[in-house]
């Protein structure tokens, strides 16, 4: 079981830079792959980067891909999303996520959620 906590949001303007924090509670933070969604007004949750349990592994939305960059520190029950070089098209709720079994990178295949923190992008 895993809580989780986003912080950072907040308005930028286009071009500008961003780091997102997720902090975590519980003894088993190590134990689960770590993600990070977005929900634009009017769309469906969709996939932004997600890291392994090691921190080894990342992956990212083609649409973020070279811009934001998502990492961990195990020791601190902390994930981070830093965001530069932002869009317009960035604008949303971000939220962060856990999955103890993760098998892709699909919103089903995690099991806690945070309650998600604004980011907008301005021009």
Not at 34 to 47: D, L, N
Not at 91 to 105: D, I, K, L, N, R
Request: hydrophobic share 35%; glycine share 14%.
């Amino acid at each position: 079981q895993v809580q989780l906590v986003e912080s950072g949001g907040g308005l930028v303007q286009a071009g500008g830079s961003l780091r997102l924090s997720c902090a975590a509670s519980g003894r088993t933070f190590s134990s689960y792959a770590m993600g990070w969604f977005r929900q634009a007004p009017g769309k469906e949750r969709e996939f932004v980067a997600g890291i392994n349990r090691s921190g080894g592994y990342t992956y990212y939305a083609d649409s973020v891909k070279g811009r934001f960059t998502i990492s961990r520190d195990n020791a601190k029950n902390t994930v981070y999303l830093q965001m530069n070089s932002l869009k317009l098209e960035d604008t949303a709720v971000y939220y962060c996520a856990a999955a103890m079994y993760p098998s892709g990178y699909t919103v089903g295949q995690y099991d806690h959620w945070g309650q998600g923190t604004q980011v907008t992008v301005s021009s």
